[in-house]
Structure formats: structure tokens, C-alpha cells
């Protein structure tokens, strides 16, 4: 049954992730709150994640479970496919490759009911692409608003923790257009506020040939997001595309 008290829904899209997958069911296992459920969603992937996933929890009355898409649809189906899955009343969302620090979900879930909020993130650190720590902190505001979000991306999608009590299901869906996750983070701060944990409790790995790589593409992306999906006028589109694209930038330097 959906919304499980005190159970968190960690949902992961996997494509080609054998080279880490592994590694991120261990550390999933690694987190001081045991209170989880591990919804590993296969989009067809050609690699061997799949046979790696099998072989991981073979044998075990485990509380990681494999789904497999029959056809690839992207991030977002697959994260939605997890998400219909899900009997938590938490969710939280994690990138195949990403790292997460022991203790994430304990500190977060504390926040979060801290907070009495529905949306929570916390700061993270870039990574290489073995995960390695570069000393490049993302910073997280206490408080964020929607319109503060529009010129500004600072939710990454490995650190947010939803409570579904108080967003509901249907919210928290991912549309399927580019930049899924912060067309949904926008979605949901009409309605809630976030609220930043301004500590490093993920790594985010960057691989150098990755689509958040490429800063074209990356402006193409956001601003089809403010006029197609937020239905922004030119001039505020322009606005926050400024500002979006001037932090993008310090935040990286």
C-alpha cells in the first residue's frame, strides 16, 4: 500500500549503468536509515546492469527490486514507472552514477520533518568521473521560491526528498519533455515552497562527455522549458535565462 509511514521510495532509472550500479546498491545498503525500499527501473539498457542487478540480490528476501521496461522511453517514464511502484510515503530520487554520503537519507528525512515541508534538497559537491571529490560546493538557499527557481538551478535531482502526504502522487510525476526533473521541481514549487539543506550530502558525478555537459544544448533545453512549458513572456524569458546562465557558470568556475 502507497504511503508506508516512515519508509522512503528510492527510485533510480537504470541505462547502461553496469560500470556503477554495484556500487550504488552497496551504498544504498551503506545508509544509517535502513527504513527504505531500493525501485531499480531498467529502460532496456545494452550493458550488463541488468545481469549485475540479478546477481546482487539473488537469493535475498531483499528490499531492492528490479523493473524491466520493455522498450526504452526515457528518464522520465522511467522514473514514473518507479514511482507507480512505490508504497512509501517518502521519495527520493538517485542518479545511477551519483554518490550519496552514509548518512543522506537520516539527515534528510530529519530535515524534512524539521521543516514540516513536503520538498526538500540539500548542497552537493561536483565529483570527476570516478567520483572523486573536486572541492566545487553547490550551496542550497533555506528557503526556495518558484519564482526564485526560474533563474536558477540549484535542485539536483539526486538530493531532493518529496513527502507524498503533502504533495500527492500526481504532482510529482515527470512530464516528458527535456530537463524532466526541474520542469517537475517548478511544477511542485507553484504549491510548495523547498526548503535547502545547505550541506554536501551527494556527489555529483560528471562524466566528460555528458548531456548536462553540453552548454548548448543546456540553454536550448531551459528555455524551451520557459516558453513551452511555464508559458513565460520573451522578456521574462529572457530575464531568467541571464541569470540562470550567469549562475550555471559561477557554479562551475
Same mark, same amino acid.
Given at each position: 500500500?502507497?504511503?508506508?509511514?516512515?519508509?522512503?521510495?528510492?527510485?533510480?532509472?537504470?541505462? =547502461?549503468?553496469?560500470?556503477?550500479?554495484?556500487?550504488?546498491?552497496?551504498?544504498?545498503?551503506?545508509?544509517?536509515?535502513?527504513?527504505?525500499?531500493?525501485?531499480?527501473?531498467?529502460?532496456?539498457? %545494452?550493458?550488463?546492469?541488468?545481469?549485475?542487478?540479478?546477481?546482487?540480490?539473488? %537469493?535475498?528476501?531483499? =528490499?531492492?527490486?528490479?523493473?524491466?521496461?520493455?522498450?526504452?522511453? %526515457? /528518464?522520465?517514464?522511467?522514473? =514514473?514507472?518507479?514511482?507507480?511502484?512505490?508504497?512509501?510515503?517518502?521519495?527520493?530520487?538517485?542518479?545511477?552514477?551519483?554518490?550519496?554520503?552514509?548518512?543522506?537519507?537520516?539527515?534528510?528525512?530529519?530535515?524534512?520533518?524539521?521543516?514540516? /515541508?513536503?520538498? +526538500?534538497?540539500?548542497?552537493?559537491?561536483?565529483?570527476?568521473?570516478?567520483?572523486?571529490?573536486?572541492?566545487?560546493?553547490?550551496?542550497?538557499?533555506?528557503?526556495?521560491?518558484?519564482?526564485? /527557481?526560474?533563474?536558477?538551478?540549484?535542485?539536483?535531482?539526486?538530493?531532493?526528498?518529496?513527502?507524498?502526504?503533502?504533495?500527492?502522487?500526481?504532482?510529482?510525476?515527470?512530464?516528458?519533455?527535456?530537463?524532466?526533473?526541474?520542469?517537475?521541481?517548478?511544477?511542485?514549487?507553484?504549491?510548495?515552497? /523547498?526548503? %535547502?539543506?545547505?550541506?554536501?550530502?551527494?556527489?555529483?558525478?560528471?562524466?566528460?562527455?555528458?548531456?548536462?555537459?553540453?552548454?548548448?544544448?543546456? +540553454?536550448?533545453?531551459?528555455? =524551451?522549458?520557459?516558453?513551452?512549458?511555464?508559458?513565460?513572456?520573451?522578456?521574462?524569458?529572457?530575464?531568467?535565462?541571464?541569470?540562470?546562465?550567469?549562475?550555471?557558470?559561477?557554479?562551475?568556475?
Amino acid at each position: 500500500m502507497k504511503g508506508q509511514e516512515e519508509l522512503i521510495s528510492i527510485v533510480v532509472p537504470v541505462y =547502461n549503468a553496469g560500470a556503477y550500479i554495484e556500487e550504488t546498491m552497496a551504498m544504498v545498503r551503506a545508509q544509517t536509515y535502513q527504513n527504505w525500499e531500493l525501485i531499480l527501473v531498467d529502460d532496456c539498457s %545494452g550493458d550488463d546492469s541488468v545481469p549485475r542487478i540479478e546477481k546482487a540480490i539473488a %537469493g535475498e528476501n531483499t =528490499n531492492i527490486r528490479l523493473i524491466r521496461k520493455k522498450s526504452n522511453e %526515457g /528518464a522520465a517514464r522511467a522514473r =514514473n514507472t518507479g514511482l507507480s511502484e512505490a508504497r512509501g510515503r517518502y521519495i527520493a530520487f538517485l542518479d545511477a552514477d551519483d554518490v550519496w554520503m552514509p548518512d543522506k537519507l537520516e539527515k534528510e528525512l530529519a530535515f524534512l520533518k524539521e521543516k514540516k /515541508a513536503a520538498f +526538500v534538497f540539500t548542497a552537493y559537491e561536483f565529483g570527476d568521473e570516478k567520483a572523486g571529490r573536486t572541492g566545487k560546493v553547490v550551496h542550497v538557499p533555506e528557503i526556495l521560491e518558484y519564482q526564485q /527557481a526560474l533563474s536558477r538551478t540549484v535542485i539536483f535531482t539526486s538530493t531532493v526528498l518529496l513527502d507524498t502526504k503533502l504533495t500527492g502522487w500526481e504532482l510529482i510525476q515527470m512530464p516528458e519533455v527535456k530537463s524532466e526533473d526541474t520542469a517537475t521541481w517548478w511544477k511542485i514549487l507553484r504549491r510548495f515552497n /523547498a526548503y %535547502g539543506l545547505d550541506e554536501v550530502l551527494t556527489i555529483y558525478r560528471r562524466p566528460a562527455k555528458s548531456l548536462s555537459s553540453n552548454k548548448v544544448e543546456a +540553454v536550448r533545453r531551459i528555455w =524551451n522549458l520557459y516558453r513551452k512549458e511555464e508559458k513565460l513572456s520573451l522578456w521574462k524569458s529572457c530575464y531568467n535565462l541571464f541569470f540562470w546562465a550567469l549562475r550555471a557558470t559561477l557554479r562551475r568556475l
